[in-house]
């Protein structure tokens, strides 16, 4: 056979034990029942419990931000966050965030968080509102 | 709302009309342009005349180019205008937008940005469009063909109505009256009442200026290698293109390279994520191109001298047009949200765009097949010693390296794919995407350093192996010695733990060391080497330097003191955060900090941060550094955060704000918090200390002019303020601030003090104004002009200007280092009491801005003023003042106690050991491409 196809095969099955070796890099998106299950680092999707207290207070440990989170099963825990408060974080629309499950409470290092995008009409028309009067 | 047609007033619709009719034609000559150029490529192939098909060719791209230009240069006047009728110019530009950022104001959207694209097609076609050269309509018919896409995007035609209407393209002079339905626009003078949305503060930088279309430039380029190969397969002629086809791809290569390293350096100097590369999505689609044609041209080269890898030339250009394709798709279609921590608005192309990304590569790949067996190739297969075969190995290892980043950042496509045969499939996402693409890019890294030396010494053809053996392993084996020894000693810096690393190391080095041993021994010979040791060694330092910075990088914000028990955390969770209270040194990683002060310029606020290095030897290191936040234009909220570098040859030390306390990201918060304290009235007893709950005060009179960032002395000012020192139990250290209130044009306004460490505001009611200011009703005052010895009488004092003092030596007057000071003496004598006294009033400019300093004789009440300076006539004007009042013993105050603090940041600074190399190592990588241009330039036809 060709040596350069025989060079060509086997990059392409290290390039496939490679994906298939990080395989563990890989997961779906987790719930909270199953970061306290497998107890290792997972992403969970949620929402913001918006009626529950969010604590952070830089004076006493400005990497630590507290909240409530709601999984897509629906299971609300608490959620501290190794971060800085972003801003705006009350209006998210939702949050990935990615750690593990301790005792009764998520510890994330990470956080993505989706914001809801401006509309058009409104701007324009509480400008207009302003600029009639 | 009626629906009958309103006149609109103000608006200029021409440009408008205009452009969307050089849109169209731009679409047409497109289209025209390819047919053209196709059919001369046809006619040629069969040896008839094609002149004809050529010249019509020629007129349509001229053509085409006309238009693309034109809507571009209206479309650039519109939005110098400031013409907010266009929906473009509404969302991306304001009254208050600086010149400068009009232009990343027209590639904000993704009008614009398609725009650029096409406006580098038509600039670079337009080069083989002037020059007429042998492959003048191969390559033009590819990008015609490219264009008709491209201007497809920004057609802007709507078939139906509603939301639902199918629509063909974007149009970019869309009116916004058009494209958004709001009761404004029921008033026929609208344009008078709105301005614009304004830039993202985030891309009113100059990187914002030049990365994009020098990144576009790079995507347009790779339609230049991409068009030679599949013009040749059109016209049968299959190694004709390959020699004035390289300069074309090392050009490519070069530019596209140094926009990806733009964005990264943007990312490093503007963006709080500390980095320079996040392996986030986005930069990962423009890097897989990149990639890929870096593969491209070095099977190119080996297809050039040897005729090997001449197949495999063919699918890495058609594979790296197709990769800049699609992550365009990627880019604009918004699948990439939860991934990426870009913004992205979704266009509604996204039925296009997936066109335009299956047509290329079907056409191209169907081609290509179609002319598969009549590619040559050459009758022997490469021999395992030749350069050609390592080489192929090489190209194989970038292949890989992009198809394995571009499989896992695709990772949404796929889930969505999978979501639609299965509904229950549940998204996969990569967990630590940093760890994860740095774990297997590391053995790319790994082999491209190896292989790039065994390449150099590996010879074309090679057929004397058995007498070139011992010189090829001699300088092999002597450059793997040394890299071993100068990989042990560096180890003894870099914090290399895993042996991946280590390995790593090793072969970036072997890279620069065989690299640079071959360009020693070939260089008289064949100066072209020059060209692939700058990449090629580039490379190698690019490696040494990102492992440095990554694996070196050293968090300096961090209080190692801090109680971190509780949560049990590993020592991945590193706490980058800190806070420093303004004036109060705090201790970090290595040095010692502090929040000295902040000043605001318009909606910038730029905060003084000093750094002093706690190195116990050696000189100490101090330095600062200002970050600065800019404010949305009402102030209620940050919109950025701007990090500042400072950059030594071995380190850069980069620090940000990543918070600040509500009160100061939202003035609104701080009115509200304002609002909510609780002001108790108290009665101070001057000159004594009082009491109140856990504080302690003394309170005096301070006439002085206040000193106070907010405040500016105008004529006709009073002000009265009290000087209060006060301590608590807990916190012993006394405080001294001055609240004070100020009377202007007959409003009052009043200036509270907070005190920091007992967290207490203390204000002036408008009661101790009465107190104080009743008596002051009768206060009396004159003015006179005076020089130096003149005496002067009134109100039963005698005033003598005894000299004039500089520096003044009142010692009420607190200097500062660049003020323009002067005092005045005077010796005064009251009739009355048979008194002599002195009085030394200061008058100072500071910072541009006048200050006056009053003396006043606490047993007279007589007050001097030094109000102004006449130098032409040598003479000074001065004001005295005679308050009859005694003072009053007990004064109002308010006092607030747990008032929450605001004089704090949140702060993160990050050392970077090394980093430069990485600067140093990708700029020659890039470098090495342009010479490489340069030189093939020269050899091309």
Same mark, same amino acid.
């Not at chain 2, 008839?48 to 240069?73: C, M």
């Not at chain 2, 347009?220 to 791809?249: N, Q």
């Not at chain 2, 549940?426 to 790319?444: F, G, S």
């Not at chain 2, 013993?889 to 106690?897: D, M, S």
């Given at each position: 056979?060709?040596?350069?196809?025989?060079?060509?095969?086997?990059?392409?099955? *290290?390039?496939?034990?490679?994906?298939?070796?990080?395989?563990?890099?890989?997961?779906?998106? *987790?719930?909270?029942?199953?970061?306290?299950?497998?107890?290792?680092?997972?992403?969970?999707?949620?929402?913001?419990?918006?009626?529950?207290?969010?604590?952070?207070?830089?004076?006493?440990?400005?990497?630590?931000?507290?909240?409530?989170?709601?999984?897509?099963?629906?299971?609300?825990?608490?959620?501290?966050?190794?971060?800085?408060?972003?801003?705006?974080?009350?209006?998210?629309?939702?949050?990935?965030?990615? *750690?593990?499950?301790?005792?009764?409470?998520?510890?994330?290092?990470?956080?993505?968080?989706?914001?809801?995008?401006?509309?058009?009409?409104?701007?324009?028309?509480?400008?207009?509102?302003?600029?009639?009067? | 709302?009626?629906?009958?047609? =309103?006149?609109?007033?103000?608006?200029?619709?021409?440009?408008?009309?205009?452009?969307?009719?050089?849109?169209?034609?731009?679409?047409?000559?497109?289209?025209?342009?390819?047919?053209?150029?196709?059919?001369?490529?046809?006619?040629?192939?069969?040896?008839?005349?094609?002149?004809?098909?050529?010249?019509?060719?020629?007129?349509?791209? !001229?053509?085409?180019?006309?238009?693309?230009?034109?809507?571009? %240069?209206?479309?650039?006047?519109?939005?110098?205008?400031?013409?907010?009728?266009?929906?473009?110019?509404?969302?991306?530009?304001?009254?208050?937008?600086?010149?400068?950022?009009?232009?990343?104001?027209?590639?904000?959207?993704?009008?614009?940005?398609?725009?650029?694209?096409?406006?580098?097609?038509?600039?670079?076609?337009?080069? /083989?469009?002037?020059?007429?050269?042998?492959?003048?309509?191969?390559?033009?018919?590819?990008?015609?063909?490219?264009?008709?896409?491209?201007?497809?995007?920004?057609?802007?035609?709507?078939?139906?109505? !509603?939301?639902?209407?199918?629509?063909? !393209?974007?149009?970019?002079?869309?009116?916004?009256?058009?494209?958004?339905?709001?009761?404004?626009?029921?008033?026929?003078?609208?344009?008078?009442?709105?301005?614009?949305?304004?830039?993202?503060?985030?891309?009113?930088?100059?990187?914002?200026?030049?990365?994009?279309?020098?990144?576009?430039?790079?995507?347009?380029?790779?339609?230049?290698? /991409?068009?030679?190969?599949?013009?040749?397969?059109?016209?049968?002629?299959?190694?004709?293109?390959?020699?004035?086809?390289?300069?074309?791809?090392?050009?490519?290569?070069?530019?596209?390279?140094? %926009?990806?390293?733009?964005?990264?350096?943007?990312?490093?100097?503007?963006?709080?994520?500390?980095?320079?590369?996040?392996?986030?999505?986005?930069?990962?689609?423009?890097?897989?191109?990149?990639?890929?044609?870096?593969?491209?041209?070095?099977?190119?080269?080996?297809?050039?001298?040897?005729?090997?890898?001449?197949?495999?030339?063919?699918?890495?250009? =058609?594979?790296?047009?197709?990769?800049?394709?699609?992550?365009?798709?990627?880019?604009?279609?918004?699948?990439?949200?939860?991934?990426?921590?870009?913004?992205?608005?979704?266009?509604?192309?996204?039925?296009?765009?997936?066109?335009?990304?299956?047509?290329?590569?079907?056409?191209?790949?169907?081609?290509?097949?179609?002319?598969?067996?009549?590619?040559?190739?050459?009758?022997?297969?490469?021999?395992?010693?030749?350069?050609?075969?390592?080489?192929?190995?090489?190209?194989?290892?970038?292949?890989?390296?992009?198809?394995?980043?571009?499989?896992?950042?695709?990772?949404?496509?796929? +889930?969505?794919?999978?979501?639609?045969? #299965?509904?229950?499939?549940?998204?996969?996402?990569?967990?630590?995407?940093?760890?994860?693409?740095?774990?297997?890019?590391?053995?790319?890294?790994?082999?491209?350093?190896?292989?790039?030396?065994?390449?150099?010494?590996?010879?074309?053809?090679?057929?004397?192996?058995?007498?070139?053996?011992?010189?090829?392993?001699?300088?092999?084996?002597?450059?793997?010695? =040394?890299?071993?020894?100068?990989?042990?000693?560096?180890?003894?810096?870099?914090?290399?733990?895993?042996?991946?690393?280590?390995?790593?190391?090793?072969?970036?080095?072997?890279?620069?060391?065989? &690299?640079?041993?071959?360009?020693?021994?070939?260089?008289?010979?064949?100066?072209?080497?020059?060209?692939?040791?700058?990449?090629?060694?580039?490379?190698?330092?690019?490696?040494?330097?990102?492992?440095?910075?990554?694996?070196?990088?050293?968090?300096?914000?961090?209080?190692?003191?801090?109680?971190?028990?509780?949560?049990?955390?590993?020592?991945?969770?590193?706490?980058?955060?800190?806070?420093?209270?303004?004036?109060?040194?705090?201790?970090?990683?290595?040095?010692?900090?502090?929040?000295?002060?902040?000043?605001?310029?318009?909606?910038?606020?730029?905060?003084?941060?000093?750094?002093?290095?706690? #190195?116990?030897?050696?000189?100490?290191?101090?330095?600062?550094?200002?970050? &600065?936040? =800019?404010?949305?234009?009402?102030?209620?909220?940050?919109?950025?955060? $701007?990090?500042?570098?400072?950059?030594?040859?071995?380190?850069?030390?980069?620090?940000?704000?990543?918070?600040?306390?509500?009160?100061?990201? +939202?003035?609104?918060?701080?009115?509200?918090?304002?609002?909510?304290?609780?002001?108790?009235?108290?009665?101070?007893?001057?000159?004594?200390?009082?009491?109140?709950?856990?504080?302690?005060?003394?309170?005096?009179?301070?006439?002085?002019?206040?000193?106070?960032?907010?405040?500016?002395?105008?004529?006709?000012?009073?002000?009265?303020?009290?000087?209060?020192?006060?301590?608590?139990?807990?916190?012993?250290?006394?405080?001294?601030?001055?609240?004070?209130?100020?009377?202007? #044009?007959?409003?009052?306004?009043?200036?509270?003090?907070?005190?920091? &460490?007992?967290?207490?505001?203390?204000?002036?009611?408008?009661?101790?104004?009465?107190?104080? /200011?009743?008596?002051?009703?009768?206060?009396? +005052?004159?003015?006179?002009?005076?020089?130096?010895?003149?005496?002067?009488?009134?109100?039963?004092?005698?005033?003598?200007?005894?000299?004039?003092?500089?520096?003044?030596? +009142?010692?009420?007057?607190? !200097?500062?280092?660049?003020?323009?000071?002067?005092?005045?003496?005077?010796?005064?004598?009251?009739?009355?009491? &048979?008194?002599?006294?002195?009085?030394?009033?200061?008058?100072?400019?500071?910072? $541009?801005?006048?200050?006056?300093?009053?003396?006043?004789?606490?047993?007279?009440?007589?007050?001097?003023?030094?109000?102004?300076?006449?130098?032409?006539?040598?003479?000074?004007?001065?004001?005295?003042?005679?308050?009859?009042?005694?003072?009053?013993?007990?004064?109002?105050?308010?006092?607030?106690?747990?008032?929450?603090?605001?004089?704090?940041?949140?702060?993160?600074?990050?050392?970077?050991?090394?980093?430069?190399?990485?600067?140093?190592?990708?700029?020659?990588?890039?470098?090495?491409?342009?010479?490489?241009?340069?030189?093939?330039?020269?050899?091309?036809?």
């Amino acid at each position: 056979m060709n040596k350069t196809l025989i060079a060509a095969i086997i990059l392409i099955l *290290g390039a496939l034990s490679v994906i298939i070796f990080t395989s563990s890099d890989v997961s779906s998106y *987790g719930t909270f029942a199953q970061a306290e299950r497998s107890g290792e680092r997972l992403k969970v999707v949620g929402q913001l419990s918006k009626d529950k207290d969010m604590v952070y207070d830089p004076v006493k440990d400005p990497n630590k931000f507290t909240f409530f989170m709601k999984d897509n099963e629906g299971r609300e825990e608490k959620v501290i966050l190794l971060q800085a408060k972003p801003q705006d974080f009350e209006l998210s629309e939702q949050l990935v965030m990615t *750690g593990k499950m301790k005792d009764d409470t998520f510890i994330a290092s990470d956080m993505l968080m989706k914001c809801p995008s401006k509309y058009n009409d409104e701007e324009i028309y509480i400008r207009s509102e302003a600029a009639g009067e | 709302m009626i629906l009958g047609t =309103i006149a609109y007033e103000g608006e200029h619709l021409i440009y408008g009309q205009l452009g969307t009719l050089a849109l169209i034609t731009s679409f047409v000559f497109a289209i025209i342009g390819f047919i053209s150029y196709f059919s001369a490529i046809r006619k040629q192939k069969a040896g008839e005349p094609a002149q004809n098909w050529k010249n019509l060719g020629r007129v349509s791209f !001229g053509l085409h180019g006309v238009s693309v230009l034109a809507v571009i %240069g209206l479309l650039f006047y519109l939005l110098i205008a400031r013409h907010y009728e266009y929906a473009y110019v509404y969302d991306h530009t304001s009254d208050s937008l600086p010149f400068k950022y009009i232009f990343s104001a027209f590639w904000e959207g993704q009008e614009g940005s398609f725009l650029l694209w096409s406006f580098w097609h038509v600039i670079l076609g337009g080069i /083989f469009w002037v020059n007429r050269g042998k492959f003048e309509a191969n390559v033009l018919s590819v990008i015609c063909l490219v264009q008709v896409f491209i201007s497809s995007m920004l057609l802007g035609l709507y078939m139906g109505f !509603g939301p639902d209407a199918f629509k063909i !393209g974007i149009n970019p002079f869309v009116l916004l009256r058009d494209s958004v339905d709001a009761p404004i626009f029921a008033n026929a003078d609208y344009l008078s009442l709105i301005e614009g949305r304004g830039l993202n503060a985030l891309l009113q930088n100059y990187w914002m200026t030049i990365h994009p279309p020098t990144l576009f430039l790079g995507f347009a380029s790779t339609t230049i290698p /991409f068009a030679f190969a599949l013009g040749g397969l059109w016209e049968h002629d299959y190694k004709k293109w390959l020699a004035p086809a390289l300069p074309w791809a090392a050009f490519s290569a070069g530019i596209l390279g140094l %926009g990806i390293l733009m964005g990264g350096a943007w990312a490093y100097e503007a963006l709080t994520f500390g980095g320079y590369w996040a392996w986030d999505p986005v930069e990962n689609m423009s890097l897989v191109p990149w990639i890929m044609l870096v593969a491209g041209i070095h099977s190119h080269l080996v297809a050039r001298s040897t005729g090997h890898s001449l197949k495999a030339t063919f699918v890495f250009y =058609i594979l790296t047009f197709f990769l800049v394709v699609y992550s365009t798709f990627l880019v604009r279609s918004g699948i990439l949200e939860e991934t990426s921590v870009h913004a992205f608005v979704e266009s509604g192309l996204e039925r296009q765009l997936f066109v335009f990304l299956a047509f290329f590569p079907i056409l191209a790949f169907a081609t290509y097949i179609y002319h598969y067996r009549k590619i040559p190739t050459p009758n022997k297969e490469e021999r395992l010693q030749s350069r050609e075969f390592w080489m192929f190995t090489g190209t194989m290892v970038l292949g890989i390296s992009a198809i394995l980043i571009t499989y896992f950042t695709s990772l949404p496509v796929i +889930n969505a794919i999978a979501s639609y045969f #299965d509904p229950l499939h549940e998204p996969l996402v990569i967990n630590d995407p940093v760890d994860h693409y740095n774990k297997n890019q590391l053995w790319i890294a790994l082999l491209i350093g190896l292989l790039s030396g065994v390449g150099q010494w590996t010879r074309y053809r090679e057929r004397n192996m058995k007498l070139y053996r011992k010189k090829l392993f001699k300088h092999l084996l002597i450059s793997a010695a =040394i890299s071993l020894l100068l990989t042990f000693g560096f180890l003894q810096w870099l914090q290399a733990t895993a042996w991946q690393y280590q390995v790593l190391l090793f072969s970036a080095f072997f890279a620069i060391l065989t &690299n640079t041993d071959h360009l020693i021994f070939t260089i008289r010979r064949n100066p072209k080497t020059l060209a692939s040791w700058f990449s090629h060694a580039g490379f190698g330092i690019m490696i040494i330097g990102i492992l440095a910075s990554g694996l070196n990088k050293e968090i300096i914000s961090t209080n190692m003191f801090a109680q971190r028990g509780l949560l049990g955390l590993d020592e991945e969770t590193l706490q980058k955060n800190i806070i420093l209270l303004k004036g109060s040194p705090m201790i970090m990683n290595g040095y010692e900090a502090t929040y000295e002060d902040d000043s605001m310029d318009g909606t910038y606020r730029t905060y003084d941060i000093h750094f002093a290095s706690l #190195d116990s030897n050696s000189v100490q290191d101090t330095f600062t550094l200002r970050p &600065n936040i =800019i404010y949305n234009s009402d102030f209620t909220k940050v919109e950025a955060y $701007n990090p500042d570098t400072r950059r030594r040859w071995n380190y850069d030390i980069f620090t940000h704000l990543s918070g600040l306390p509500p009160q100061e990201m +939202n003035f609104e918060e701080a009115r509200k918090i304002e609002d909510s304290l609780d002001y108790v009235l108290t009665n101070l007893t001057l000159g004594d200390t009082v009491q109140i709950g856990n504080h302690f005060l003394i309170a005096e009179f301070d006439t002085r002019t206040p000193d106070h960032k907010e405040y500016k002395y105008q004529e006709g000012d009073l002000t009265v303020g009290l000087k209060i020192t006060s301590w608590s139990d807990e916190f012993t250290r006394p405080e001294t601030k001055t609240p004070f209130l100020l009377v202007r #044009d007959n409003a009052l306004f009043q200036f509270s003090a907070y005190f920091p &460490n007992t967290r207490i505001k203390i204000k002036l009611p408008e009661s101790f104004a009465d107190v104080v /200011f009743d008596q002051a009703m009768a206060e009396k +005052n004159t003015s006179v002009e005076l020089k130096v010895g003149d005496s002067t009488r009134w109100e039963g004092f005698t005033m003598q200007f005894v000299e004039v003092q500089q520096p003044p030596t +009142n010692a009420n007057y607190e !200097g500062e280092a660049d003020d323009l000071a002067i005092g005045a003496k005077f010796k005064i004598w009251e009739t009355q009491n &048979n008194r002599e006294f002195n009085l030394e009033p200061v008058f100072f400019i500071r910072e $541009n801005e006048v200050f006056y300093t009053a003396d006043i004789d606490s047993a007279s009440q007589l007050e001097a003023r030094l109000t102004k300076v006449n130098p032409e006539k040598s003479s000074f004007s001065f004001q005295f003042a005679l308050q009859e009042m005694k003072s009053p013993a007990e004064v109002p105050i308010k006092l607030a106690e747990n008032v929450p603090r605001s004089d704090y940041i949140v702060l993160s600074t990050i050392k970077f050991p090394g980093i430069n190399l990485f600067w140093l190592g990708s700029c020659l990588m890039l470098l090495g491409f342009f010479a490489s241009m340069i030189v093939r330039w020269k050899s091309r036809v």
